[in-house]
């Protein structure tokens, strides 16, 4: 059955570096999210892409984030100076149709800023 | 209160027992969707119900929608320990530019014991 994958599985920075994290998306799907979850607080959304571009982006989405699709297959998620606050699991989503249908969510990053 | 909460936050069970979680919400929304988590991993999508269904199957799942109360429920029949796990409700608001967003609630923590 297709899967979303994403790598790393767990990622270690020091606060002010840069990361990238990455993922790819079942192939038909045309529709592509991130999520974060602090841990113990609830998932929340952070941006949704469709035709190469955001389509949506929450508050905590601010100039610190990226999303980039490079190739056919992968889909980033840039954080370009890490705050501590930016700890937590950052989860990507696909879903063939957007609004309305079901999202496939990969297994997640662990993003630690140190 | 915020956008889709469940209640209750923990349920403990005894395996073949049912397991009932609730899940309130404050907007008008186009669909509603179960999801499970397992400690530490991915989201996995459960059922999705739309505003206009008021119930809906799948196995031995049972969700319900009562959008004039702004509230949904998730039974889970003759449980098994490996429903272990933590449920959420998430909703994908009505109208707008939404492109599928999700909006989850806190969530509710099932254990079944054997």
């Known amino acids: 059955e297709p899967e979303v994958t994403q790598t790393p599985s767990h990622q270690v920075t020091q606060m002010g570096q840069e990361v990238i994290l990455r993922c790819v998306p079942i192939s038909n799907h045309l529709y592509f999210y991130w999520y974060r979850q602090i841990l113990g607080q609830k998932v929340e959304f952070l941006v949704s892409f469709y035709n190469n571009e955001i389509s949506e982006k929450s ?56 | 209160s915020q956008q889709g909460e469940e209640d209750p936050q923990a349920l403990s069970i005894q ?3 049912n397991a009932t979680m609730n899940c309130s919400y404050k907007t008008s929304i186009n669909n509603l969707q179960w999801y499970r988590q397992n400690s530490g991993r991915g989201l996995v999508h459960l059922i999705l ?10 196995g031995r799942l049972r969700v319900t929608l009562d959008t004039s109360k702004k509230s949904s ?42």
Do not use: W
Not at chain 1, 70 to 79: A, H, M, Q, R, V
Not at chain 2, 81 to 106: E, H, M, N
């Open chain 1, 59 to 114: 508050e905590i989405f601010d100039d610190q984030f990226s999303v980039e699709r490079p190739d056919g297959s992968n889909f980033t998620l840039k954080i370009r100076s890490t705050k501590l606050e930016d700890s937590a699991m950052y989860f990507c989503a696909s879903s063939e149709l957007g609004q309305g249908h079901e999202q496939y969510f990969g297994p997640g990053t662990r993003l630690t800023v140190t």
């Open chain 2, 15 to 17: 395996e073949g027992e």
């Open chain 2, 49 to 58: 119900i739309r505003s206009n269904e008021r119930e809906k199957h799948s």
């Open chain 2, 73 to 114: 429920s998730l039974l889970i029949t003759a449980s098994r320990a490996a429903d272990t796990a933590s449920y959420f409700c998430a909703t994908v608001p009505r109208g707008g530019t939404s492109y599928g967003k999700l909006t989850f609630g806190q969530g509710t923590i099932l254990t079944v014991h054997p």
